[in-house]
Structures are given as structure tokens and as C-alpha cells.
């Protein structure tokens, strides 16, 4: 059920609803627009809105412009750290910015850039935080990982390494093993790294399961053995880790267009949303070996490259629950709130 939608200022990439208690109505949304002519530039921004689910609202509240974003997310809940938000940006730039209580009661909050590193000259394509928040890695244009270390409050790159032949589409920690990382590229290789070595150290890299490029991973909140990676050959594959060096495929789903974004339901157990540009965004549930699509959702009429899960545990639509999704289109610039038939009360309690 559509809930509200609106137009961004660029083309959008990522959404990214607020983890932390007592902004769960916080939803950030990043563009990327490439601007051409005699002087090309990359442009962006992020947006900040106040998702009221009952009433159906999406209010922009914030906005500041920046260069061109290809990725943003939140920092993890824990500890007493209050909300954060990572950027990696065209200008090879990893940004971190501060959600702040507004002296203006009308906005309520707004963000303020904290710090930023200059990571590379290649471009920040993806980011990930690792579980305690200390670390972000980054992956670069030219095939690189880095790993970048914040310390009161400052950003300073640890190490840098040549990971893949061409560039980085998805780098991520290990949620349960943080000495690893993993990372994919256009180079069509799954890799992962132990961190424990400097330069780190190759723990395993698979060259024959991806037929296209590597565009996502992520790891199982819930279940430290499992891993599941999109390609744009338009397959979401489920892996088991538990044999770091050799890991193994044991299912996988095609989804009908290149699976750009993963994001595991924060509460039912093996329910995934995804992200699948040429094909709108799916619903899958995971089940060990099985893997089934039981809802899609095609209201957008362009690139779906973000999409995420709405962190309340349930939100009343006349006598039924059911979760709130955000989904974002790149060249149409839409942002779209709806709610998946398929995720109700039954399965979310």
C-alpha cells in the first residue's frame, strides 16, 4: 500500500532510515547527479524527512548540498554515540555528519558535517561502519578498500589496499567477525579480507560464481554464518561463511534485474528487501536452502538503487501491522513510502 512520495533535488541513490531510539522517524535520503558540458561536476545532496506513518507524511525538514553521493549510512545503535551519518562521495571524500537538535522547534533537527578524509582521488563508492563504530570501510573507483578510523571525533585512513582490477561496488565488515572485511567489484570477484594483517591479508576471494559484477554484500544480523551478495547478474546468492577460506553457494534467486541494494528486515528472521534497478524492488524470503519472492513492488519507472526497512516494529493500518519501506528511483528522483502486503502482524510478532 503506497503510504506518501515526493521528488528529490538529483537523482536518488540511498535511503537510509535512523537506527537509534527516539529517531526512528528520521529518514535520510542521498542524490548523484552528473552534471555535463565543457566543466562536467558531480553534484549531491542529503535530505532529511519526518516520517509520520500514521498520517501518512513525509516532510522535509533539512537539506544540505555536498559533492555527489554514491553511498550513506547510519552509524550502529550502541553504546552512547548519538546518530551519525557517513557519506562517500565522487570527490573521493568520506564525510561524517551529526544529527543535532535544532534551536528552531519547527525543524526539529538538523545535520552538521562533523569531519571528512580525504580518502583517495578515485571515487568513495560504498561505505559500511563497523559494528562498534570505530571504523568505516570505503570502497574506491579504482579498485581499492580503505579502512578509516574515527577518534575523537576525527577521521584518519588506517590502510589502503589494491583489492580488485576495476571498481568497488561493495565493501562491508563481518557483524559477528569485525577483523574482516568483505568486498566485490565490476571484476565479477567476492572477496574477503582479514584485518588483523597489515597490508591485510586475503582470506578468500571467489572468481567463478558471479557472472557480472559484485554489487552488494551483507552479512546475516542473525545468523554469523551466512552472507548474501547481489550481481548485476540479477541474482541474490546466499552463502555460508563457516569455512572462511572456501565459502560455499548454497542458493541462489534471480530477480529479474541487477540486485543493486540488500537490506535484512530489522525483526523477521530471514526476510530481505531489495534493490533491482531494471525491475523495481522484491521482497525474498530466506529460508536455508529455499529463497522465494513473496511480494515485489514496481511503482517506480526508473533505476531502483535504494530501499530500506522502517526501524518501528509495526505501524496499525485499519486492524492489521505490517512495515514501513522507503524506496528511491535515480533518474526520476522519487522517493516513495509503502507498506508490503506480505510483512503483517503474524510474522512480525
Known amino acids: 500500500m503506497d503510504v506518501a512520495h515526493c521528488n528529490l533535488d538529483g537523482n536518488a541513490d540511498a535511503v537510509e532510515f535512523c537506527p537509534h531510539d527516539s529517531y526512528h522517524h528520521v529518514l535520510a535520503a542521498s ?86 578524509e580525504k580518502i583517495s582521488s578515485a571515487m568513495c563508492l560504498c561505505l559500511d561502519w563497523n559494528p562498534s563504530a570505530t571504523s568505516i ?19 584518519e585512513t588506517q590502510e589502503l589496499w589494491k583489492a580488485h582490477d576495476f571498481e568497488v561496488w561493495a565493501a562491508s565488515f563481518d557483524t559477528h567477525q569485525p577483523q574482516l572485511v568483505y568486498s566485490g567489484s565490476d571484476d565479477c570477484k567476492f572477496s ?19 557472472t557480472m559484477g559484485v554489487c552488494c554484500i551483507v552479512k546475516n544480523p542473525n545468523d554469523p554464518n551466512t552472507v548474501l551478495t547481489g550481481s548485476y547478474d540479477e541474482y541474490l546468492r546466499v552463502w555460508d561463511v563457516r569455512s572462511i577460506s572456501r565459502p560455499v553457494n548454497e542458493t541462489s534467486i534471480c530477480l529479474g534485474g541487477g540486485v543493486w541494494r540488500i537490506k535484512y528486515h530489522p525483526f523477521v528472521s530471514g526476510l530481505v528487501l531489495t534493490a533491482c534497478m531494471h525491475n ?32 518501528e516494529k509495526s505501524f496499525r493500518e485499519g486492524k492489521r501491522n505490517s512495515t514501513l519501506v522507503a524506496t528511491c528511483s535515480f533518474y526520476d528522483r522519487l522517493l516513495r513510502l509503502w507498506m508490503p502486503e506480505s510483512v503483517l502482524q503474524d510474522s512480525v510478532l
Not at 192 to 210: E, I
Open 280 to 311: 523495481g524492488f522484491s521482497v525474498v524470503k530466506i529460508n536455508g536452502d529455499k529463497a522465494e519472492v513473496i511480494e515485489t513492488y514496481s511503482k517506480h519507472e526508473s533505476l531502483a538503487y535504494g530501499a530500506d526497512w522502517h526501524r
Open 31 to 116: 542524490t548523484y547527479t552528473l552534471q555535463e558540458g565543457d566543466r562536467p561536476s558531480r553534484a549531491g545532496s542529503i535530505s532529511l524527512f519526518n516520517v509520520d506513518a500514521d498520517l501518512g507524511r513525509l516532510d522535509l525538514f533539512h537539506r544540505i548540498e555536498t559533492a555527489g553521493i554514491f553511498d550513506i549510512k547510519w552509524n550502529p545503535v550502541g553504546g552512547s554515540v548519538s546518530p551519525l551519518l557517513a557519506q562517500a562521495d565522487a570527490d573521493g571524500y568520506l564525510r561524517i555528519h551529526g544529527l543535532e537538535c535544532c534551536s528552531d522547534e519547527a525543524r526539529g533537527f538538523s545535520l552538521r558535517e562533523i569531519t571528512d
Open 192 to 210: 574477503c579480507w582479514d584485518l588483523r594483517d597489515c597490508p591485510s591479508k586475503l582470506a578468500f576471494q571467489n572468481t567463478k560464481v558471479h
Open 137 to 155: 570501510t570505503v570502497g574506491l573507483s579504482d579498485g581499492s578498500v580503505s579502512i578509516a578510523s574515527i577518534v575523537e571525533s576525527q577521521l
